[in-house]
């Protein structure tokens, strides 16, 4: 398979300028979607569209940054980075210092700038960490005492302090993700056992003022009644094939948080299942191009965050299109690129610069296959 995958596409470059377009082209087709939800009855229709024309230019300037930074510059500096999101979540705790939304204290305010969600600076930095984490730990980070205890004592504070906002899907997301990049760097599966049978119960009891809430959206998933859902399924409906004209929907006067979490509902509305389907298959090739970049990566920590922003992406993009058409219960995700809001786009562009740098010392295919 990844022969496959390194003798199809050229050099390094050739994928890393690919993930760039990709991530360009998501990012055009979410200003398309905040175009189309645009409604003329408000006094300055088009402010949240300008707002995120800013936060695209601004993303196309942060990766460029990130980019000429560089990964393995990113990686040394992995661990102030992890103590300053410690500090970022910490704050998230302290009575009026969280933009409190849905339940949860996610966001820190910042005025005309809009909001920081610290959760999505965690998923860069637990990778960029943990990939230098596995490196200088070798063959020790399939020692239970010596590997597996402190690793996960750093994803134990990140994750415990995303549980206490409470959040728990974006809790389980970067469990999840980091135990990819671990194992693919030699951690044992096996040890996670103890972890779940000790950190379910905590978890358990950090999300108790929530498990109302949940419950709930979760009793509405099984009946098949979450309203927001429901309304999101009769849209696509209603985009059968080639969708509707630009401005003749209707899906954002009644689909809840169709800018944000639902982007993919105005997708299907005004594009049908072939707009459905190119957004679908753009994350698709983002996630091999991804790969290929870690497979000609020089060496396994090029590997390890190529591989894992890689992933970060694909993997959050399948979750929210798994909510939007009710194949997992209800869980607020964004599009990644497509979504309104600057934290996700940021962060986004970041993974995306350092995904690109990869290419920067990487192996020809030649190279890499032999």
Request: charged content about 15%; proline content about 4%.
């Amino acid at each position: 398979m990844s022969e496959f995958i390194l003798r199809r596409g050229g050099s390094a470059n050739a994928s890393a300028a690919r993930v760039a377009l990709i991530a360009a082209s998501l990012v055009f087709i979410g200003l398309l979607v905040q175009l189309a939800v645009t409604t003329t009855r408000s006094v300055d229709p088009h402010a949240l569209v300008r707002r995120q024309i800013i936060y695209a230019s601004l993303a196309g300037l942060v990766g460029l940054a990130a980019y000429g930074f560089g990964y393995r510059r990113a990686v040394a500096w992995s661990r102030p980075l992890l103590i300053g999101t410690w500090v970022l979540l910490g704050f998230l705790l302290i009575p009026g210092g969280a933009h409190i939304g849905g339940g949860s204290a996610r966001w820190i305010e910042l005025g005309t700038f809009g909001h920081l969600q610290p959760s999505e600076v965690a998923k860069v930095v637990l990778i960029l960490f943990f990939s230098g984490f596995a490196i200088r730990k070798g063959r020790e980070l399939a020692d239970f005492r010596a590997g597996f205890l402190p690793a996960m004592s750093y994803l134990g504070i990140t994750a415990g302090l995303v549980a206490l906002e409470p959040d728990l899907g974006q809790t389980v997301f970067l469990a999840a993700l980091s135990a990819a990049v671990l194992m693919i760097n030699g951690l044992k599966v096996r040890h996670f056992l103890p972890v779940f049978a000790l950190g379910v119960p905590v978890l358990f009891v950090a999300m108790s003022e929530k498990w109302a809430y949940i419950g709930k959206r979760v009793e509405g998933f099984l009946a098949g009644s979450h309203y927001q859902v429901e309304q999101g399924l009769h849209f696509f409906a209603s985009g059968g094939v080639a969708g509707q004209q630009l401005g003749d929907g209707r899906a954002h006067l009644f689909v809840p948080e169709i800018r944000n979490d639902f982007a993919l509902v105005a997708i299907g509305e005004h594009s049908g299942l072939i707009g459905c389907v190119i957004v679908v298959a753009l994350f698709a090739a983002l996630l091999h191009q991804g790969v290929r970049l870690a497979l000609l990566a020089r060496d396994r920590l090029g590997f390890s965050v190529a591989f894992g922003l890689a992933l970060m992406i694909a993997l959050q993009a399948a979750v929210n299109i798994a909510v939007v058409t009710s194949l997992i219960p209800p869980k607020g995700i964004s599009l990644p690129f497509i979504s309104f809001g600057g934290s996700s786009m940021l962060v986004n562009a970041v993974a995306i610069g350092l995904l690109a740098s990869v290419a920067d010392d990487a192996r020809s295919p030649e190279e890499a296959m032999a």
